[in-house]
């Protein structure tokens, strides 16, 4: 039997000023810290001892990931980091105000380019290359994308770095994003895409599964 932890990054400055942000590098506000500090002593409670650490290439999740690290006394553990774990990318919606789109959409519009499964936000134009994906594709930073694309990207990583190590009896944390790991969830709890909507991941809240020898999810608990 394994474990796995997963844990969105806590409050970013996007989040505070309610800004749709995806693969944009955005910080960690104060009370972020202060959240992934928190969450690490929920975690330290339950004496679990890591494999090891998968994170996105976004620096609200590493420096999340760093802090629970820290407050674990685990910064020894391999940390692995992932373009597949990045937020879902918002498209043109990217950097613009949650409640300004709103008023220019409709509120009924923007819950379901957020919370729907299977619709893509409207597209920017072009992308302009990130260095931290020069080693990938030219063209792996997508226009836009909804959370079934999302989901899509997650699952060869889930199925290649995480599980593989669940099942050799090695217990792993992931801290990623909201969006990413509402996908996450969808997978480990079998919600319809009908439901998805539903499921929320709330800022520094470590969710813990606990796996039988098969991957079987025996039990959940929020932290």
């Known amino acids: ?18 800004i749709f942000t995806g693969w944009s590098d955005v910080p960690l506000t104060p ?16 004496g679990l001892q890591f494999g090891a650490l998968h994170t996105s290439m976004l620096q609200r999740a590493i420096v999340t990931a760093n802090l629970v690290l820290e407050g ?9 980091k992932s373009w597949r774990l990045n937020e879902r990318h918002y498209g043109a919606l990217r950097g613009h105000n949650k409640d300004q789109v709103r008023q220019e959409f409709g509120a009924e519009q923007v819950k379901t380019w957020r919370r729907s499964f299977a619709v893509v936000p409207p597209l920017l134009d072009h992308v ?15 226009r836009g994308e909804s959370l079934e694309m999302a989901y899509h990207r997650l699952m060869p990583y889930w199925e290649d770095q995480v599980a593989p190590r669940l ?18 969830i969808k997978y ?8 998805i909507s539903q499921v929320e991941v709330a800022n520094g809240e470590p ?11 025996l039990r959940k608990t929020v932290l």
């Open 1 to 18: 039997m394994a474990t796995l932890v997963i844990l969105r990054h806590g409050e970013s400055v996007a989040n505070r000023d309610n």
């Open 31 to 46: 009370k972020g810290r202060e959240q992934a500090r928190a969450a690490s002593q929920l975690i330290a409670q339950t």
């Open 72 to 80: 674990i006394d685990q910064l020894y553990i391999p940390e692995y």
């Open 128 to 142: 302009d290359q990130d260095r931290r994906y020069d080693r990938f594709s030219r063209h792996l930073e997508p």
């Open 167 to 184: 099942l050799a009896g090695q217990n792993q944390l992931i801290v990623a994003h909201g969006s990413t790991l509402r996908a996450l």
């Open 188 to 195: 480990l709890d079998r919600v319809p895409d009908a439901d």
């Open 207 to 217: 969710i813990r599964y606990d796996f039988d020898d098969r991957l079987t999810v």
